[in-house]
Nanobody, 125 residues
Framework: QVQLVESGGGLVQAGGSLRLSCVAS????????MGWFRQAPGKEREFVAA????????YYADSLKGRFTISRDNAKNTVYLQMNNLKPEDTANYYC??????????????????WGQGTQVTVSS
C-alpha cells in the first residue's frame, strides 16, 4: 500500500511563498508521474502541476504558470511544490497524488490512484 504524506502548508500573507513536500512510501516512487491538486471549500478538486518519472517534463495549470514550480527528488521519494507570489485565491487544501501507470490525462483526478491527506494553505490579504 502506497502512502503519501504532505507537509509545508500554513498561513502566509499575500505575496509570500511556501514550499510543500510530499513523501511517498515504497520502492517504486521513481516509476510514476506525481502530481499536485488543490481543493477550496465548495469547489471541485483542480489540477495544479505534475512531473514525470525522471523529472524531464512538467505540466502546470495555465493560471499558475510562472508562480508555481514542481520538482522531485527520487533519492528521497519526495515531490515538491514551490509556490511564490501567493494570492488569497490560492487558499485551498493541497493534495499530492501518484499517477496511474496508464494515464488518460495528468490534468484530471481520474489519472491518479493514490492520494495524500492534504495540507492546508491559507493566504491572507
Amino acid at each position: 500500500q502506497v502512502q503519501l504524506v504532505e507537509s509545508g502548508g500554513g498561513l502566509v500573507q499575500a505575496g509570500g511563498s511556501l514550499r510543500l513536500s510530499c513523501v511517498a512510501s515504497g520502492r517504486t516512487f521513481s516509476s510514476y508521474t506525481m502530481g499536485w491538486f488543490r481543493q477550496a471549500p465548495g469547489k471541485e478538486r483542480e489540477f495544479v502541476a505534475a512531473i514525470t518519472q525522471n523529472g524531464d517534463r512538467e505540466y502546470y495549470a495555465d493560471s499558475l504558470k510562472g508562480r508555481f514550480t514542481i520538482s522531485r527528488d527520487n533519492a528521497k521519494n519526495t515531490v515538491y511544490l514551490q509556490m511564490n507570489n501567493l494570492k488569497p485565491e490560492d487558499t485551498a487544501n493541497y493534495y499530492c497524488a501518484r499517477a496511474r501507470l496508464i494515464v488518460g490525462s495528468y490534468y484530471t483526478p481520474s489519472g491518479y490512484n493514490y492520494w495524500g491527506q492534504g495540507t492546508q494553505v491559507t493566504v491572507s490579504s
